[in-house]
């Protein structure tokens, strides 16, 4: 599976980015415009980013299509090199504590007075002012802090963590639309623009969006008996999305032959399910419970109730759905899963190279700008 070079989409070929973030939230907001073709290059501490070491696989995935350089920002003596990179550069992204950026010699400023219309993007915990501005955090906390974790996922069941970092990978999402916007912007009006990007304040959006600012909202309004996540007899996880009543209506037809059937409640709308959420629930999870996976999907297959079965990302690259559709790109024995879009029905964002090692281009890189200057 792979994309093919020739067709690769690349609307933000010209853009130029220096990214000194490390971690999540900052490499995936540029690792998406490097997939839509800007040419991103990453700026490490002779340490490296520390994701290299905690999570190398997130490291590959979120610095491919990157350039490598190693600055130490702390030795005086690369100032001069700064100042090259930011004269360089439309954007700068920086993931740092609200202060050290500019302690070290790469703040909004120094960017400023070397290139009056560049992009600077801040991305960090809490933002740039405010009284929490250098308090730390992870998505985890980021997520409490911000109301995401106060509704539960299940019925019946206290509120649980994803499995993924939503917060950071959010906070990703909008760090990149923001820039688009923001240089957007900059070709109207000539403007430079410093984007404050908070994760916490990215979680509070989708905690606010998906379950607004009343106090005294139910908790379990948003919660449908049905529309869950089932063990199967043989210890599988099956996902049903039993939220409309035709979807309901089907699945008690299905399941009437099976012990514990659901037909005496096969005609109560959503609201009435809801009512009976507790016992329903207890009735669903013994149900799904007495049959194993496979003959799940026999009994649901054609239905057309939302069902499937949980499986990992490597299980998922492997459906006949995402060959078909080209989803995964392979560099040097490594898979990737680029910006998923498809233009015109052929041309797709694609992977040109991996993740770099520390510094792997810095001399190159900096020849390349003084002959450029030349």
């Known amino acids: 599976m792979t994309v093919d070079q020739s067709s690769a989409w690349q609307p ?6 220096a990214d000194f973030s490390v971690l999540l939230p900052g490499p995936l907001s540029t690792v998406l415009l490097a997939d839509l073709g800007a040419e991103v290059v990453k700026i490490e501490s002779p340490h490296g980013d520390p994701a290299r070491s905690l999570l190398p696989g997130v490291f590959n995935t979120l610095n ?3 350039r490598g350089v190693m600055l130490d920002l702390k030795d005086p003596a690369n100032a001069t090199r700064v100042a090259e990179l930011m004269r360089w ?3 700068v992204v920086e993931s740092f504590r609200p202060g050290v950026a500019a302690r070290i010699g790469i703040g909004l400023e120094v960017a400023r007075s070397h290139n009056p219309k560049i992009i600077y993007c801040s991305m960090s915990g809490f933002g740039q002012d405010g009284p929490w501005r250098a308090k730390s955090g992870h998505d985890l906390t980021y997520s409490a802090a911000a109301g995401a974790m106060s509704h539960s996922g299940s019925w019946g069941q206290a509120p649980a963590r994803s499995g993924l970092p939503v917060g950071d990978l959010v906070a990703g999402m909008m760090a990149s639309n923001a820039i688009l916007a923001a240089l957007r912007e900059r070709d109207l009006t000539g403007q430079s623009a410093h984007l404050d990007l908070s994760i916490f304040e990215s979680m509070f959006f989708c905690a606010a969006t998906r379950h ?3 106090e005294q909202v139910d908790l379990t309004g948003h919660l449908f ?5 089932y ?8 996902a049903l999305g039993l939220m409309e009543d035709h979807y309901w209506q089907v699945f008690c037809d299905r399941t009437a032959s099976l012990a514990g059937g659901l037909s005496e409640c096969r005609d109560l709308d959503e609201q009435a399910r809801r009512t009976r959420g507790d016992e329903l629930t207890t009735q669903l999870k013994a149900l799904v419970r007495s049959q194993t996976l496979e003959q799940w999907c026999q009994r649901l297959e054609g239905s057309d109730i939302p069902f499937e079965v949980c499986v990992t990302p490597a299980q998922a690259a492997n459906s006949a759905h995402l060959r078909t559709r080209v989803r995964v790109a392979q560099q040097e024995d490594q898979k990737f899963v680029p910006f998923p879009v498809t233009v015109n029905g052929r041309r797709r964002p694609a992977v040109s190279r991996v993740s770099p090692r520390i510094g792997q281009e810095t001399e190159d890189f900096f020849n390349e700008l003084q002959s450029a200057q030349q």
Do not use: F, H
């Open 64 to 66: 491919r299509n990157k």
């Open 212 to 214: 607004g600012l009343d």
């Open 225 to 229: 008996p049905g529309n869950d996540l």
């Open 89 to 91: 550069a439309d954007v």
């Open 12 to 17: 933000l070929k010209g853009v130029r980015i």
């Open 231 to 238: 063990q199967t007899a043989d210890g599988q996880t099956l």
